[in-house]
């Protein structure tokens, strides 16, 4: 991936980590802007919490582009374990090379006199098949080897068990990891680590000490028009605010899944594409599923049609 045009390596000045991030389509708030250029130049991992569907994972692409990095995800869910965030070995490509080189290995073990010794003699050969040729790198093991500078975004890391968030506060630390068989790597290019977290559970207070904290909550009202806009330009700018409005209003209700940025977006291009002009009660009532997800939130909202319509 490559740097945005006009800008190369790390931004000089929060003002230019801002635009830079607003060039790759993401639309920033002064403490995102200064986060990010506070994170490249500190080399320190950023956790980003708040509720789904706010941006958070986008930050992190957004970021990655705005840096010209490969973007390098790890997704975490319940079970996730070191090995599977790190590396595994080809063993269909280990099975491959054993059956090729099995003349090698017969004439390895001729004369053996014992089981045993042959069995030795093999397994000084191990580091034949348990070499960098059949390792399999996985998302923290790649970033830390990319050739090129690398961000490595760990997605939902709260979904992850605390195990892993011990072992994930082990690697940031010193941005390398062992793999018995080989030794220890070192990160090639020290990557930008994103961590995101719905707050599923809490993490532990030294994975919040080694990061710099950035909450992202639902956008005011004027930064979410900004991304509608910017986002939806065929969008009429009358319906575009009065579902902007719309949204806010429903949000203050106490429901099980508030509507996030994208919902914004599905309800008022889906408004756009039924030729409307403007929200109405009925509208609202017909439409509603589209912004809410879970039965008892769109009759709760149903019970607010007309505050939620007027504009």
């Not at 809490?202 to 080694?210: C, H, I, N, P, T």
């Amino acid at each position: 991936m490559l740097p945005l045009q006009g800008s190369e390596g790390s931004p000089s000045s929060v003002a230019e980590a801002g635009a830079r991030l607003e060039a790759t389509g993401y639309l920033v708030s002064s403490d995102i802007s200064t986060v990010a250029f506070l994170a490249d130049r500190l080399e320190k991992p950023v956790l980003v919490e708040g509720p789904a569907g706010v941006g958070k994972t986008e930050f992190a692409r957004a970021w990655a582009k705005a840096l010209g990095r490969e973007l390098i995800r790890l997704q975490c869910y319940e079970g996730l374990d070191e090995a599977k965030a790190l590396y595994e070995w080809e063993y269909a490509k280990q099975l491959l090379y054993t059956q090729l080189l099995k003349d090698k290995i017969g004439e390895l073990v001729a004369g053996a006199p014992s089981l045993d010794q042959a069995a030795d003699r093999v397994a000084k050969s191990d580091a034949v098949f348990f070499s960098e040729r059949f390792l399999l790198p996985r998302p923290i093991l790649k970033a830390l080897l990319s050739p090129v500078p690398a961000l490595l975004l760990v997605d939902v890391v709260d979904k992850a068990d605390p195990e892993f968030e011990a072992f994930l506060l082990e690697v940031l630390a010193d941005y390398q990891v062992t793999v018995p068989e080989l030794g220890t790597f070192t990160a090639r290019h020290r990557p930008r680590v994103v961590l995101t977290s719905n707050n599923a559970r809490e993490l532990s207070d030294g994975l919040k000490r080694r990061c710099l904290h950035l909450h992202i909550d639902y956008p005011t009202r004027e930064r979410e028009l900004r991304i509608v806009r910017a986002r939806l330009p065929g969008v009429p700018e009358k319906l575009a605010a009065q579902v902007v409005d719309a949204i806010q209003k429903i949000r203050s209700l106490d429901l099980k899944k508030p509507p996030s940025i994208s919902e914004t977006l599905d309800w008022a291009q889906s408004l756009a594409l039924l030729n409307a002009d403007s929200l109405t009660p009925e509208l609202v009532a017909a439409t509603l599923n589209l912004a809410l997800k879970h039965e008892g939130d769109i009759e709760k909202a149903k019970g607010h049609l007309a505050q939620i319509a007027q504009g």
